[in-house]
């Protein structure tokens, strides 16, 4: 008769092998694994991952910071916080992966390096999580879109939707900048989106939980504008507050302040912002009295900041401060691949916003859409489809609703000239006139000035124009 007799093996034997089986189960069954050392090298990446990486070979990765490899990486923080990100949802290229990261340690429990698998093969079992986290986004999204407070930044990156490279380009360097607190510098056409890439940086920052001060330097009066950003002691002016005035940088302390359009800011007062981003600290007006600050500053140009250091009319050395960073934002016309992307998400925007129960796009639209060349951008596009839905009995949007609104697609292209079919020329330039008012107020959200300086004319004159047609600005300000 035999008998069976037990093993017991050593605790720490069973722990190591236990630790071995973990990593050579984990590493057969993921997609892809990645590990970095203590100063976020690549030590390792196993072959599969290599296509995702975009690499042909493992050489290719060994050695190179991680975030070379993947730019929005959290590996580093794994090995700084020596804590694990057991699930997330990484974004790689154009791909959504679901990924773990581990520390790794030595026997002495020191954090020696940190290890990502990819586990994209069993993202179905993963839907239902998924289809969670992506309703807590919405609620989220949705509450930030409710919220009235001034100094709060609403739009974070998934708000900032398409694919095309330009805005992924700018997707990316935005995500590096908001890692960091360095000054940016946003250009691009008007209505391209500065303020909600800015908002979105700052949310996904550091600052996130302070103030996000927004200024609009071609909407503040010369006079006015040194009291706005650096504050006022009472009576410094005439006119001034009793009380005297804090001053944009005081109220952004800890956060972000966003100049936009800061290619007018007067050249005087260069200096003075050029002195508070280099020394942080301001002098309110009529004081001499020296206030430390902490903001970082985040700058909006559809100008050539260049051109006008070459003509006097802005600073050198406050461009090339501002110019750390230079994020560039692609026009409406150069991505009408994602049109609709862009579309939905500004529909569902003007949803929550409105009184429209569910809004919807056709093809036959978004094909009247692509052929429009949007001088406006994005603002002007989600000025069209609210006026669309305000038409609209019914909130499905076809071609035909944006033929009447912009004047392009079949009805304008089939209209031949006929014999005879000729109008005064007085009334032909009058239609041509109204019309080219319109456009500009679309393109400038309603803002009479940025109006008036696009068709290169004064407001007194574009004002006048207005009254001449009866029409009025479609933006909130017309100042």
């Known amino acids: 008769m035999s008998i069976n007799r037990s093993v017991v093996a050593d605790p720490e034997v069973i722990r190591a092998r236990a630790m071995e089986s973990l990593f050579e189960r984990l590493e057969s069954l993921c997609e892809g694994a990645i590990a970095i050392d203590t100063a976020g090298q690549v030590v390792y990446v ?9 690499l042909d070979h493992v050489s290719e990765a060994i050695g190179r910071p991680i975030e070379e490899i993947i730019p929005n990486s959290l590996m ?10 057991l699930l997330d949802i990484m974004e790689l290229g154009r791909e959504q992966l679901v ?10 429990k020191r954090i020696i390096g940190a290890i990502g698998f990819v586990l994209y093969d069993h993202l179905d079992s993963l839907k239902p999580l998924i289809a969670r986290v992506n309703q807590l986004e919405n609620e989220l999204r949705s509450a930030r879109r409710q919220l009235s407070q001034s100094r709060s930044a609403r739009f974070t990156f998934e708000d900032f939707v398409g694919e095309a490279s330009d805005i992924a380009r700018a997707k990316e360097l935005a995500r590096r900048a908001a890692r960091q607190s360095v000054t940016v510098l946003l250009t691009g056409e008007t209505g391209t989106g500065k303020e909600m890439l800015a908002q979105a940086i ?12 927004s200024v609009n330097l071609a909407a503040i009066p010369d006079t006015l504008i040194e009291a706005e950003f650096f504050g006022a002691v009472p009576g410094a002016y005439t006119g001034a507050d009793r009380k005297g005035r804090e001053g944009k940088f005081r109220i952004a302390d800890g956060g972000t ?3 936009d359009e800061i290619g007018e800011m007067p050249l005087q007062l260069q200096a003075k912002l050029l002195r508070a981003l280099q020394e942080r600290e301001i002098e309110p007006l009529g004081s001499d009295k020296v206030i430390k600050v902490d903001v970082r500053v985040i700058a909006a140009t559809n100008v050539d900041l260049q051109k006008r250091v070459a003509g006097g009319a802005f600073r050198s050395d406050l461009f090339y401060r501002l110019n750390v960073l230079s994020i560039t934002l692609p026009p409406l016309r150069d991505c009408t691949d994602d049109l609709p992307a862009i579309c939905t998400r500004l529909l569902d925007d003007i949803r929550t916003s409105g009184d429209y129960a569910n809004p919807r796009i056709t ?7 692509s052929r429009y060349g949007w001088p406006g951008n994005v603002r002007e596009l989600r000025n069209i489809l609210e006026r669309a839905l305000i038409l609209s009995d019914s909130g499905r949007l076809t071609g035909e609703d944006f033929e009447r609104i912009l ?3 079949p009805a304008r292209a089939a209209a ?20 080219t008012l319109e456009h500009a107020l679309l393109a400038s959200n309603g803002q009479i000035v940025e109006a008036a300086r696009r068709l290169g004319i004064s407001r007194a004159t574009f004002y006048k124009k207005l009254s001449k047609y009866g029409l009025a600005p479609s933006g909130s300000s017309s100042v």
Do not use: C, W
Request: zero cysteines.
């Open 46 to 54: 196993n072959e599969k991952y290599l296509p995702s990486l975009g």
């Open 76 to 85: 580093r923080r794994v090995v700084e916080t020596g804590k694990p990100i």
């Open 99 to 108: 990924v773990t990261r581990m520390p790794i340690e030595d026997e002495n």
């Open 202 to 213: 700052h949310n996904a920052s550091a600052r996130a939980e302070k103030p996000f001060v």
């Open 257 to 259: 302040l966003f100049l």
């Open 363 to 369: 093809p036959s639209a978004l094909s009247v859409l």
């Open 407 to 409: 004047a392009v697609g």
């Open 416 to 435: 031949p000239e006929r014999p005879g079919a000729v109008v005064p020329l007085a009334q032909a330039e009058a239609a041509f006139e109204k019309q």
